[in-house]
């Protein structure tokens, strides 16, 4: 449909009330979503889209300070959080009350980011109104579908449903062309990921507690751990947390920090191998400022996150992904990262390797960074701008529907 013509320069004042401005709602719901999505927020408020933040709350206590640290207010609080709940449970009662705000909001844009319940929920909440759905970071495939459970099926559903899909690299389009997707609604941005880490490296002030934490383990060879994927649970992980604890016992210049997910099938674990234990320190989840400060410290990170591998690059360094395959390869080709696989045994052999001989991890350096350059957010922006607006003449029309 089209709309009253809009000034070309597209500069709208915000005290005006505008109709015809597009509506955009970004919806997120765990950590990963936020620091991902915070960027593309801003901007859409710098370019005076109406934009609407829906939190799902997927990770309820990590998600607060964030969004603090992000300046990140969120419209609409879907507290879909409760104990113990399947995949099914989370995503149905997404559906349920995020299909009520857009009934009443009605967006012309949904945005979701990734591949967790809360991305897919969304995803479908929008293409069941007939809503146009714009999918950041698009076309990550580790080739498996039960790994990362459920990411990968989510991401590939996702990709199914949406309209605009914002790729952060080459091979990610590759991925969706292999798949059908259209190659005019596909955009390599790069990841915002990278935005949000350099906005964070400007002023990097950590908290009082790691500064103490960094200057106590002076001179040891700090290892940062994060592990709380699902893949990951029991036995992998009881074994490597013991291949961890192996090495820091049998190696006095290590030491071993390690932000202990709230999920119980992490804390239970950690407690019984790793707690009281020398040179090994259990945090609570922390701050992204602080982890970012943490990571900058390390000697080396181990960790099964997704988002940890894209930050590794800008950090310069060396990273052991407990994982047994990755969609994102490129940290390894860029040399920064090293696939552990599922077997503990290969975790202290890279362990005591990387010790006795550390060549890599000393090689390991900054280096330009393979899923993006800071600026995929404005990337983002544009192209919404650009799809969703038209050249008339003596002047620019939006279109809602890119249908
Ligand atoms: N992170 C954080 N505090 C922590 C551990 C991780 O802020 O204590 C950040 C980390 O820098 C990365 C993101 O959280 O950007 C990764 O989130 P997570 O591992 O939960 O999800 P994934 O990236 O695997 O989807």
Redesign the pocket.
């Given at each position: 449909m089209m709309l009253d013509g809009i000034p070309q320069d597209n500069k709208i004042k915000p005290h005006e009330v505008v109709d015809w401005r597009l509506k955009i709602l970004v919806l997120f719901g765990?950590?990963?979503e936020a620091?991902k999505l915070a960027p593309v927020i801003h901007e859409l408020k710098k370019k005076f889209f109406q934009t609407i933040v829906v939190s799902s709350s997927q990770?309820k206590e990590?998600l607060k300070p964030?969004l603090k640290l992000l300046n990140i207010e969120t419209d609409f609080d879907l507290r879909i959080m409760k104990k113990n709940q399947t995949p099914n449970e989370v995503c149905s009662r997404i559906l349920a009350k995020l299909d009520k705000i857009l009934a009443e909001e009605k967006p012309d844009l949904i945005l979701v980011q990734?591949d967790t319940t809360t991305t897919l929920a969304g995803a479908l909440a929008g293409f069941n109104r007939q809503i146009v759905v714009g999918h950041v970071e698009a076309g990550l495939r580790s080739g498996n579908l039960y790994s990362p459970f459920p990411e990968e099926l989510n991401r590939r559903l996702v990709s199914q449903i949406a309209n605009l899909h914002f790729a952060a690299t080459e091979r990610n389009r590759r991925n969706l062309l292999a798949e059908d997707v259209p190659t005019e609604k596909v955009f390599v941005t790069g990841n915002t990921?990278v935005d949000t880490l350099r906005h964070i490296l400007k002023n990097l002030t950590p908290s009082a507690r790691i500064n103490e934490l960094i200057e106590e383990t002076k001179g040891l060879k700090r290892i940062l751990l994060?592990t709380?994927?699902r893949e990951s649970f029991g036995e992998r992980m009881s074994g490597n947390l013991k291949a961890l604890r192996a090495f820091v016992e049998k190696r006095k210049d290590v030491c071993l920090f390690f932000?202990v997910?709230p999920n119980p099938n992490v804390q239970e674990v950690t407690n019984e191998i790793l707690a009281g234990k020398e040179r090994i320190f259990l945090?609570e989840?922390?701050?992204?400022k602080?982890?970012?400060a943490l990571?900058k410290s390390t000697w080396l990170i181990v960790?099964?996150?997704?988002?940890?591998q894209e930050?590794a690059p800008s950090l310069g360094k060396p990273l052991f992904v407990l994982r047994e395959n990755t969609e994102r390869p490129e940290a390894i080709r860029a040399g920064v990262a090293k696939l552990v696989g599922g077997n503990s045994f290969t975790l202290a052999r890279m362990l005591e390797e990387n010790y006795s001989i550390d060549t890599w991890i000393k090689s390991v350096k900054e280096v330009s960074n393979p899923f993006g350059d800071g600026r995929a957010a404005q990337r983002i922006v544009k192209i919404i701008e650009e799809k969703f607006t038209k050249k008339i003449k003596g002047g620019t029309t939006v279109q809602r529907s890119l249908f």
């Open positions: 765990t950590r990963p620091i990770h990590l964030l990734g990921v994060t709380h994927r932000p997910h945090l989840p922390l701050d992204y602080d982890f970012i990571m960790s099964d996150s997704g988002g940890v930050e």
